[in-house]
């Protein structure tokens, strides 16, 4: 198994803070964001990771190069144009055609268990598992319905103008939840190769609706721990607070 981190995306939301360098490399209590990726594959014993990048792409290799400073070997993917969040999966995949594959976006923090998702998909033996996270509604993320065995029965996606104004004026909670895509996929190598290459394609809006309508075997699971999505300035200030006052468990020491 090994890991791919899509760490491509422009950081537009994160503007001014993202005109010099990729989000991804933001300092979160002093280190790069990603080095809370690698260390949290590393401590569970995924060691060969490959980054899916675009924008700003050389500032990530320099600083991670070959991974042996964390422990861990890294190569890099890179995006001529930015091919969505499936078509960077695909993309990655040429350095790794036969492998299953663990995936993070590359804005999520989070000390779930991976050991406890992956065990889940091959006990299941699932061509594609989903970590998810439940939310309290109104909110401006995908909703993944599931069945008793985790199975996953539908996928209800916003639209992007639907996202912007729940991100913008969320109001107030009702106390009804949702489980969210947490943005953590374990895949099988053939789904990575049904997915089109050679142009944008997204995991959210066609890839994981299209195995849900052939009825593939896609399972989503909610584990325990902390999650949270950085790609906003304030959701960014959050992640600073987690990781200093210990509310994310993480192996990566203060700088």
């Given at each position: 198994?090994?890991?791919?981190?899509?760490?491509?995306?422009?950081?537009?939301?994160?503007?001014?803070?993202?005109?010099?360098?990729?989000?991804?490399?933001?300092?979160?209590?002093?280190?790069?964001?990603?080095?809370?990726?690698?260390?949290?594959?590393?401590?569970?014993?995924?060691?060969?990771?490959?980054?899916?990048?675009?924008?700003?792409?050389?500032?990530?290799?320099?600083?991670?190069?070959?991974?042996?400073?964390?422990?861990?070997?890294?190569?890099?993917?890179?995006?001529?144009?930015?091919?969505?969040?499936?078509?960077?999966?695909?993309?990655?995949?040429?350095?790794?055609?036969?492998?299953?594959?663990?995936?993070?976006?590359?804005?999520?923090?989070?000390?779930?268990?991976?050991?406890?998702?992956?065990?889940?998909?091959?006990?299941r033996h699932a061509a594609a598992t989903i970590a998810l996270r439940a939310v309290e509604r109104p909110h401006p993320f995908g909703v993944v319905v599931t069945d008793a065995e985790g199975r996953v029965q539908a996928w209800h996606e916003p639209t992007e103008e639907e996202k912007?104004?729940?991100?913008?004026?969320?109001?107030?909670?009702?106390?009804?939840?949702?489980?969210?895509?947490?943005?953590?996929?374990?895949?099988?190598?053939?789904?990575?190769?049904?997915?089109?290459?050679?142009?944008?394609?997204?995991?959210?809006?066609?890839?994981?609706?299209?195995?849900?309508?052939?009825?593939?075997?896609?399972?989503?699971?909610?584990?325990?721990?902390?999650?949270?999505?950085?790609?906003?300035?304030?959701?960014?200030?959050?992640?600073?607070?987690?990781?200093?006052?210990?509310?994310?468990?993480?192996?990566?020491?203060?700088?």
């Open positions: 198994m090994k890991g791919v981190i899509i760490a491509g995306g422009f950081g537009t939301r994160m503007r001014p803070l993202t005109l010099q360098r990729p989000k991804h490399l933001l300092p979160v209590a002093n280190r790069p964001f990603l080095e809370y990726q690698v260390d949290l594959f590393r401590r569970h014993g995924i060691t060969e990771i490959i980054f899916a990048t675009n924008y700003m792409a050389d500032q990530i290799e320099e600083h991670f190069g070959d991974g042996s400073r964390f422990g861990v070997r890294l190569s890099y993917a890179i995006e001529n144009e930015p091919l969505g969040t499936a078509g960077a999966i695909r993309n990655a995949a040429g350095l790794a055609p036969h492998d299953t594959l663990i995936v993070f976006n590359g804005d999520i923090l989070t000390d779930f268990d991976l050991g406890q998702i992956i065990a889940f998909h091959g006990a912007r104004r729940l991100a913008r004026n969320p109001g107030p909670k009702t106390g009804e939840v949702d489980y969210i895509n947490a943005g953590i996929y374990v895949l099988e190598p053939e789904i990575v190769a049904s997915i089109p290459s050679g142009r944008p394609v997204s995991i959210e809006r066609e890839t994981y609706p299209a195995l849900i309508q052939e009825r593939a075997p896609v399972f989503g699971l909610a584990p325990q721990g902390f999650w949270l999505d950085m790609g906003r300035p304030d959701q960014y200030l959050a992640a600073n607070v987690a990781v200093l006052t210990g509310a994310v468990r993480t192996g990566v020491p203060f700088a």
